[in-house]
Structure formats: C-alpha cells, structure tokens
C-alpha cells in the first residue's frame, strides 16, 4: 500500500486578510520607513565608496597580477590570509582606530573601512591574471602608452563584468550589513533594516510576522537590483569556470 504525501490546503481567504494586516501594520505602526530610508541611504552613500572601491580593487588586482616587485608574493599571502579573519576579530579594534582618529561618526565609518577588500582585490587579481593576455599589454607599451594609461583604457573596460559583479557585491554588503552598524549606531533613529528588524525580534511581543513581513520587503531592493544587473553579474561570477 503506497502513501501520497498530502497536499496543503491553499489558504484561507482570513489567512490572505491576516498576512495583508502584518504588512499594513509593519507600514502604519512601526517606523519600517525610516528603517528603510535609513539602509537606502547608507546604501546610495555607499556607491561612491563602491566606486572607489572597485577601482582601488582592479588598481591592486592589476598590480598583482601584472607587475613583478619585490615582496609581491609576502604582501598577496598576507592579503589573501586575512580571509581567513573573521570579521568579529577585528570589530573592536577597527573601532578603536576610528573612534581614536576621530573618524567614528556612522555616515564615515559605515563605508570607509571597507574601500580596499581582500575578496575585491583577490577577485580582480584572478580575473585579469585569466582574461587579459600580457601581449595585449606588451603591444601597448610598443605604441608607447604609459602604465596608467593602459590600465585606464585597456584594462578597465575588458573589466567590465568582473567590475559589475564586484559592484554589486559592494552594494550589498553594505545593505545588508548588521553587527558593524550595530556597534556604532546608538541611536534608534538611525536604525537601517537589519537593525530595525532585530528590534521587532527582540521585543517582549516577539512579533514574528512582523519580522517575516520586513524581511520580504526588505529584500525587494536586492532582488531588483540582481534582475538590473544580472547578466554583468553572471558573466562575474563564471569567468574563468569553463575553458574553451
């Protein structure tokens, strides 16, 4: 005798009413917006930093993938050792640095420390190592193009979408990040989406739906900005996975 696994009811049309309440409740008496406001701004500010970000990581990827110097190998090690670093070891004493050089107000230190990535310079390292062939760079330097030039004009635009996968990755992280503005935001109003959402966790109600309610609104963004960017990011992330 065979069992078939049931099959769920749909919803009842009060479930439907009762998830619709969550959302309008989450609008209404609970300040999502400014939560939200908060983690876009922070978000938009950071893509200036993403900006520079990205360009710092290709700079540096360029010079260790391309360049011979002395100490190259020690610096890459060490730099590609400090993945291994879990960023709770670092929280306190980065704080310190920022609080100590005055740099600790949250719209700085939410986005400056994080301008050079290991994982962005790794990543721009391995793309350039594998997709641009040094004599398209020796061809260059015959013409008599100069170091900065060739990185400004060959370099970056064949980076194209390693640059957009990084960019949206930067994006991200800063959207979504909670421990590091945990620590330095002490005000509620300042709250970004991570933080807001905790407060509902946390709360003596433990408002679940709620919680569940802003979690689904607050990945919109993320998922609109992985349907704009989609086809930079894939073509990112597969370089270098299959060779032809």
């Known amino acids: 005798m065979s069992y078939l696994p049931a099959v769920p009811a749909p919803p009842s ?22 939560w939200f406001l908060m983690s876009t701004v922070v978000a938009v500010v950071a893509v ?30 060490v730099m590609f050792s400090s993945l291994s670093i879990p960023f709770a070891v670092i929280l306190v004493p980065l704080f310190v640095i920022l609080v100590k050089t005055g740099l600790g107000s949250p719209w700085f230190a939410l986005i400056v420390p994080w301008v050079a990535p290991a994982f962005g310079i790794f990543m721009m390292q391995q793309y350039i190592v594998q997709s641009i062939p040094d004599s ?26 390693s640059l957009g996968a990084l960019g949206v990755w930067q994006f991200l992280q800063s959207y979504n990040s909670f421990l590091w503005p ?46 704009l960017l989609r086809k930079q990011l894939l073509e990112g992330l597969s370089t270098g996975a299959v060779k032809g």
Do not use: H, W
């Open 13 to 34: 049309r009060r479930a439907l009413l009762r998830g619709a309440d969550n959302y309008r409740t989450l609008l209404t008496e609970q300040p999502f917006g400014r």
């Open 48 to 77: 200036v930093a993403t900006v520079v970000s990205v360009f710092v990581c290709a700079l540096a990827g360029y010079g260790f993938a391309k360049f011979r110097f002395a100490g190259k190998r020690l610096l890459f090690n």
């Open 136 to 161: 398209v760079l020796e061809a260059a330097r015959i013409d008599g193009a100069d170091e900065f030039g060739i990185f400004r004009t060959i370099v970056l635009p064949l980076l194209r979408p």
């Open 182 to 227: 945990l620590v330095l935001v002490s005000d509620s109003s300042q709250y970004t989406l991570p933080l807001g959402l905790q407060t509902l966790f946390v709360s003596e109600q433990r408002q679940y739906d709620l919680v569940l309610a802003g979690a689904v609104l607050a990945v919109l963004p993320a998922v609109a900005l992985f349907v």
